[in-house]
């Protein structure tokens, strides 16, 4: 387990790619975009509206060819080709399944792989970004956690899953199209749950969906941006007050003998190390509910007194229960639980007072569940230092 959440400077140019000297303009916040076109040679009275032109180009109207950005002169273009590029991740794959949802395999610098799942429903369309190859973390019941920490993902190669989904969904707007809710949205929601845990990434999660939130790009507003965490304790404020968006909490078990062995990040920060974080969780004051994810597994976490005693240990916390049924998959050590035991626990919880959906599994015959995603690639655990070194910190 990485020992503490990995940092950089967000003033800090980015590192040069490998091919041609020349920098990525995608991830850049804008005080690191405005600093980049600065040293690229714009006059610094232009730099704030190049910096406006350029994001909007790229944030709003999708556009990955600097000749394409036509309200700059063509001097300018000619400059910004020559110091900089637009990449995002290049998808390898798309599987849809028989339920409309999309599972994305797509590789990213140094020729690693991430998965990537869109869930359409009625009335929204929900992107699950991974922040990591791999995971820090070793979740008994999560395939993912199978897969041994890579390194950290880029906050281009974060916000540039969002874009590339949004290619494929061909939901970039036609020109006079107006931007945030009134622009195309197919793509309306984007929750942290993907492949890796966020807030061991958090500068990059932090800076990707500041790049998601802005009104004059792919302007999501922060309601409809959800981090889940399996329990990075020291990071949970910063969450709140650096980026605001929705919080999840990876909880899955009622004693920390159940946690340990389920989330083994227990060990570290246990149930109540964790709730104390969340009763002080700025968000909470001004009432908004943290969701608590529940994977259900038959014999293991799904008893009626498990159901008591979770509301006992939330009590005081706005909150809403996400009951998830498992997700097998190949050589998973649990099985799920029955339906008539999961809608038991559920109306124990609703009959408390909490809102306690059952998540409807979507994409299993993709293997784009929660739970199930697992790059194809396999690599093993490399040192932090060789992870900080890869992503360029």
């Given at each position: 387990m990485t020992d503490a959440p990995i940092t950089q400077d967000v003033l800090t140019l980015p590192r040069k790619l490998p091919e041609g000297g020349k920098t990525n303009l995608i991830g850049l916040t804008r005080p690191q975009m405005q600093a980049a076109l600065l040293a690229a040679g714009t006059p610094e009275k232009q730099v704030k509206m190049r910096v406006n032109q350029v994001w909007q180009w790229l944030y709003h109207w999708g556009v990955r060819d600097f000749d394409a950005m036509t309200n700059l002169a063509k001097p300018y273009r000619a400059l910004l080709a020559e110091n900089f590029v637009i990449e995002i991740p290049e998808m390898v794959s798309r599987l849809v399944s028989e339920d409309g949802t999309r599972k994305y395999l797509v590789r990213i610098a140094g020729g690693h792989e991430v998965e990537v799942v869109y869930i359409p429903e009625e009335d929204r369309g929900t992107l699950c970004v991974s922040s990591q190859v791999g995971c820090t973390l070793t979740c008994s019941f999560c395939h993912t956690g199978t897969q041994k920490l890579v390194r950290n993902l880029t906050a281009a190669e974060i916000v540039g899953q969002v874009?590339?989904?949004?290619?494929?969904?061909?939901?970039?707007?036609?020109?006079?199209?107006?931007?945030?809710?009134?622009?195309?949205?197919?793509?309306?929601?984007?929750?942290?749950?993907?492949?890796?845990?966020?807030?061991?990434?958090?500068?990059?999660?932090?800076?990707?969906?500041?790049?998601?939130?802005?009104?004059?790009?792919?302007?999501?507003?922060?309601?409809?941006?959800?981090?889940?965490?399996?329990?990075?304790?020291?990071?949970?404020?910063?969450?709140?007050?650096?980026?605001?968006?929705?919080?999840?909490?990876?909880?899955?078990?009622?004693?920390?003998?159940?946690?340990?062995?389920?989330?083994?990040?227990?060990?570290?920060?246990?149930?109540?190390?964790?709730?104390?974080?969340?009763?002080?969780?700025?968000?909470?004051?001004?009432?908004?509910?943290?969701?608590?994810?529940?994977?259900?597994?038959?014999?293991?976490?799904?008893?009626?007194?498990?159901?008591?005693?979770?509301?006992?240990?939330?009590?005081?916390?706005?909150?809403?229960?996400?009951?998830?049924?498992?997700?097998?998959?190949?050589?998973?050590?649990?099985?799920?639980?029955?339906?008539?035991?999961?809608?038991?626990?559920?109306?124990?919880?609703?009959?408390?007072g909490y809102a306690s959906p059952i998540r409807t599994p979507r994409g299993e015959d993709i293997m784009a569940a929660c739970g199930q995603l697992k790059s194809a690639t396999e690599r093993a655990r490399k040192s932090r230092a060789q992870i900080e070194a890869e992503a360029g910190l």
């Open positions: 874009m590339m989904a949004r290619d494929d969904l061909g939901e970039w707007p036609a020109p006079g199209t107006g931007t945030g809710e009134n622009g195309p949205r197919l793509l309306s929601n984007i929750v942290l749950m993907g492949m890796g845990e966020p807030l061991y990434n958090f500068d990059n999660v932090r800076d990707a969906m500041k790049i998601a939130m802005d009104g004059e790009g792919i302007a999501l507003s922060r309601r409809r941006i959800t981090l889940s965490t399996s329990g990075v304790v020291p990071e949970i404020a910063r969450c709140a007050e650096e980026i605001g968006c929705q919080l999840a909490i990876s909880f899955h078990a009622t004693t920390d003998e159940i946690r340990d062995k389920l989330v083994p990040i227990n060990k570290r920060w246990n149930i109540a190390t964790l709730l104390d974080a969340l009763r002080t969780y700025p968000k909470v004051s001004n009432s908004e509910r943290i969701t608590f994810e529940y994977v259900m597994l038959k014999d293991v976490n799904d008893s009626d007194e498990d159901a008591r005693r979770l509301i006992r240990l939330i009590e005081g916390i706005p909150a809403k229960i996400n009951l998830i049924p498992f997700n097998e998959w190949p050589g998973a050590p649990y099985q799920r639980s029955s339906n008539n035991r999961i809608r038991a626990f559920a109306d124990i919880i609703y009959k408390a």
